[in-house]
């Protein structure tokens, strides 16, 4: 359900953006951290409802996960978590604490929520260039 | 076809510049601030109405922001415990945003404050991602909702440093084992504190506020 009010802050923020760059947009590409708590359905669903009627109609969102990086004061650890699972293997999520030392860490990578590219359709092809 | 890329500016970034702003404007104000999110009906209300009435008891002043969809029964009950109140409808939006906080704390008298509480929506999962300005921040639940509530919404237990599992004292006759739901947490948070409690009697409110940096040393309830 929150995804919508993600969605209508992103469209909202990335026009702006965009009016600099001529071309149609066919895709949108948003890295999310793994440890954000929305589903990647429900993104794309709100993105195709509250792009129309904007010049992002014809683009789709593509969600690109990025895995947690955690920070170990206590140790100097930087790296990936280890993860916690059920027995079934129905998800994985980092745990917030050091795989080296065991010390609570903090969140290097995870978090983020931001729109990384997008792609434009080309009129012309650039010279040189294989399509 | 080409990309082009963008500096990674967070989608959110406008709510969480103004949770910054709302963190600044209770600091400055000497206010110490509490968000409480949760499951509907595991007793959100209860444990801040027993934290009100506790904190007074330490001659604290206390104010809340109570959100629900509809209606304005938890801001009634605040007031009736001697709280400062300001009620918010969300209506059809399933969280509370840093924008909406703000226009709230217009509207108390933030001079005569030293203690706020937020009160989430009742909903364990949008308001994660909606970070609201507060200093803390608790999840609760209750018993009643079943002892697999931490393995069915681990993200959010995974980030949250402090939990409440209330309605103990109803775990025999639901059929629940609290220390399930001890166990699950600790295995996702191994750092974070998890507290049981029975808000309605008073069991372990004090336990909570001790842990969220209010020691209570009046004895008298």
């Not at chain 1, 998800?91 to 929520?113: D, K, N, Q, T, Y």
């Not at chain 2, 008073?202 to 009046?218: K, M, S």
Request: with cysteine; aromatic share 4%; hydrophobic share 40%.
């Amino acid at each position: 359900m929150h995804e919508y009010a993600v969605v209508d802050e992103l469209i909202t923020s990335l026009l702006p953006r965009l009016e600099t760059i001529p071309g149609e947009v066919s895709a949108v590409f948003v890295r999310k951290g793994e440890l954000r708590i929305l589903s990647d359905r429900a993104l794309e669903n709100a993105f195709e409802l509250l792009s129309r009627g904007t010049r992002l109609e014809s683009a789709r969102l593509v969600v690109e996960s990025v895995a947690a990086v955690v920070g170990c004061a206590a140790c100097s650890y930087e790296g990936a978590s280890t993860y916690y699972g059920d027995e079934g293997g129905h998800f994985a999520i980092p745990v917030l604490a050091c795989p080296r030392c065991g010390a609570a860490v903090s969140v290097v990578c995870g978090r983020e929520l931001y729109v990384d590219r997008v792609a434009i359709k080309d009129d012309v092809p650039p010279s040189g260039g294989v399509q | 076809m080409h990309d082009v890329r963008f500096k990674g500016e967070d989608i959110l970034g406008r709510q969480l510049e103004l949770a910054e702003a709302n963190y600044k404007k209770l600091r400055e104000h000497g206010i110490r601030s509490v968000s409480v999110l949760g499951a509907i009906g595991s007793g959100k209300t209860t444990l801040i109405e027993r934290a009100i009435v506790r904190l007074q008891g330490e001659g604290l002043r206390v104010g809340t922001i109570a959100a629900d969809s509809a209606g304005d029964d938890d801001h009634r009950r605040f007031l009736a415990k001697g709280a400062c109140s300001v009620n918010i409808n969300t209506q059809d939006d399933c969280h509370l945003d840093a924008h909406t906080v703000d226009h709230a704390l217009d509207d108390l008298p933030l001079g005569e404050l030293d203690v706020l509480f937020v009160e989430n929506v009742g909903n364990l999962i949008c308001p994660a991602d909606f970070p609201l300005g507060t200093e803390r921040e608790i999840v609760v639940i209750s018993v009643t909702e079943g002892d697999d509530m931490v393995r069915k919404h681990p993200k959010i237990f995974a980030q949250t440093d402090l939990v409440v599992v209330n309605k103990v004292d109803l775990a025999a006759a639901v059929g629940v084992d609290p220390q399930r739901l001890v166990a699950d947490y600790a295995a996702i948070n191994p750092h974070g504190k998890i507290v049981l409690t029975e808000a309605k009697g008073g069991r372990g409110v004090d336990e909570v506020l001790a842990l969220l940096g209010f020691p209570c040393t009046n004895t008298q309830w």
